[in-house]
């Protein structure tokens, strides 16, 4: 749902359509374990096995229809994934090589690994031993019973610098992709630009509604709303069969948090707000099923990897339900900070103000992981990517004291005590060059961050004074932008709003983050076609945004696309 929250959405709907039922119009098992670690794989310098290991049988038919793909790079290491198409009952080994090359010709380090149905044939490697932000290719491939090698995609990925590596970098920001809406236009659009360091995806890769679509031949599979093991991992399975998510899967690394619709919409620890237990059975149950597909699914290391915590990857907090929260670093010029604001702490939504310790976002154990995480960082910028507005925003201009009622409750809005002590811990101990990500609202959105943004004598509207932060939100790969006229003239520290469908890139130097906003064409039309359409600078020290109308150049010795 976008900047109208969701809860307050009731009133605007017609006399007798219910929130449920207008959701539904645009648009199940025991607890299941989650997945081992990624497994560690001893390289070998030689060609890879010619046949298959003991106990592993070849299949009699293979594809690689969902791709490849890559994410969360590390100095020395990336995460490689691919799904195998088969009805093999037995496991099968799966070779992979990477190369510097875009032919493959001198892999730098090549090997097997063993997938099965118990992790729906998909594949994930993190092999080590790489240089730093340097750009690799790679490919998966499996022999067949008659000795047929099926090989997949070439895929492209890069790893993230150490200092002194680089002193520039550019991300993409994207969210919110419902297939039923339309198509992907930004990954077509994406996809052909080399110059890119990464993708961040910040929540809502699938949407778990039914529904009809909006476009012939995009309707969910399976038909209706997901609650099972086997749903979730058909939904993923469609999504990536989608040509331009698998473009961009295949030419940059992902790095990946999840919102609510990978589990259900407005989830939090103990449900949501489309769960019924009565029809859709334990909560419990279904979380473990949409989180297994998840990590089966996607470029990230699975729960409890320990890689986080090298140098490079400056932190990870288990939370024992295969946790999305820690931190990369890209040399001396950012920290990601990547959190869950979902399924960790995150209390049950509420429309009544209550701003106490309990009612929280986070949850005691990741909220203290995060202001250690901004207090020990000493790269330039340190970029918080998590899923919901951290803004608030009002539709009253006043200050809270006269009366004025923020609207957004299920995002840091209705979770005050967090983002109160986020922000005079910002203040109080200096902490400066803090860029908050956000997606979710399906609204472009760019905003200072002040304490108090209605308060003339802590925040000038004018020239930013008084701003502790920056933040800027994506707006939806594809789906309905929900922010309401006028929302600007009352919330000073808005810089710009739009609902148009598209993507952000972010352009890291020492002296600056500029982003930009680029947008795409209707979902509803299949086109790469896109235009700038507004930039803004955060200068170093300065923790507020001043307007530009010129993008960036992309840099000219971008490696080679994936062929």
């Known amino acids: 749902m976008g900047a109208i929250h969701r809860r307050s959405f009731r009133r605007f709907l017609r006399p007798g359509l219910t929130r449920r039922g207008f959701l539904r119009g645009l648009g199940s098992m025991v607890m299941l374990p989650l997945l081992p670690a990624c497994e560690r794989v001893v390289y070998v310098e030689v060609p890879v096995p010619s046949s298959p290991g003991p106990g592993v049988l070849p299949p009699s038919a293979a594809r690689f229809d969902h791709g490849v793909a890559s994410g969360d790079p590390l100095t020395d290491r990336v995460v490689l994934w691919t799904r195998l198409s088969t009805e093999a009952a037995a496991p099968v080994q799966v070779d992979w090589l990477i190369s510097r090359s875009t032919d493959l010709a001198t892999p730098v380090r090549s090997g097997s690994s063993v997938t099965s149905r118990e992790r729906d044939h998909t594949v994930k490697i993190d092999p080590d031993g790489l240089q730093s932000y340097t750009t690799y290719y790679f490919q998966f491939s499996v022999t067949l019973a008659d000795g047929t090698r099926v090989a997949s995609p070439i895929g492209r990925t890069k790893t993230a610098p150490k200092a002194g590596d680089t002193d520039r970098l550019r991300f993409i920001g994207v969210s919110c992709q419902n297939y039923i809406y339309g198509f992907f236009n930004p990954y077509r659009a994406i996809a052909i630009k080399p110059d890119f360091d990464a993708i961040l995806f910040l929540g809502d890769y699938i949407y778990e509604q039914g529904g009809t679509a909006f476009v012939p031949g995009r309707d969910h599979l399976p038909d209706g709303e997901i609650i099972t093991l086997a749903d979730y ?183 005050r005590f967090d983002r109160n002590l986020v922000m005079r811990t910002l203040r109080d101990e200096a902490i400066h060059n803090v860029v908050f990500l956000s997606g979710d609202s399906h609204s472009v959105t ?76 209707s979902p509803q039309v299949h086109q790469r076609a896109e235009t700038f359409q507004r930039g803004f600078v955060n200068a170093d020290g300065s923790n507020r945004l001043r307007p530009t109308l010129t993008n960036t150049a992309g840099r000219a010795d971008a490696a080679s696309l994936a062929p």
Request: proline fraction near 4%; glycine fraction near 8%; include cysteine.
């Open 446 to 521: 760019a905003w200072d961050l002040p304490i108090e943004p209605h308060d003339a004598a802590s925040y000038d509207r004018l020239t930013g004074e008084g701003s502790l932060a920056v933040e800027f939100s994506t707006g939806a790969v594809a789906n309905l932008g929900t922010l309401n006229d006028g929302v600007q003239a009352i919330n000073p520290h808005l810089k710009y709003a739009n609902n148009s469908n598209g993507y952000l890139v972010l352009d890291v130097t020492a002296e600056r983050v500029q982003g930009e906003y680029w947008f795409t064409v």
């Open 233 to 415: 991992r058909t939904r993923f399975a469609q999504y990536r069969t989608d040509e331009d998510l698998q473009a961009a899967h295949r030419q940059f690394p992902f790095i990946c948090i999840w919102d609510d619709h990978e589990t259900a919409n407005n989830s939090w620890v103990g449900g949501s707000d489309r769960h019924d237990p009565a029809t859709d059975g334990d909560w419990e149950v279904r979380k473990a099923a949409a989180i297994r597909a998840y990590f089966e699914w996607m470029p990230v290391r699975d729960g409890n990897s320990t890689a986080y915590d090298s140098p490079d990857g400056q932190g990870y907090l288990a939370t024992g339900n295969g946790s999305i929260v820690r931190s990369l670093r890209y040399g001396e010029l950012a920290d990601i900070i990547l959190l869950d604001t979902r399924l960790v702490g995150r209390a049950e939504p509420t429309d009544t103000v209550t701003v106490t310790p309990e009612h929280t976002l986070l949850g005691e154990g990741q909220r203290d992981w995060l202001l250690q995480q901004l207090r020990s960082s000493t790269a330039q910028w340190k970029f918080v990517a998590q899923q919901v507005q951290f803004a608030p925003f009002k539709l009253v201009p006043l200050t809270e004291d006269q009366g004025g009622t923020y609207f957004l409750q299920d995002s840091w809005d209705g979770y």
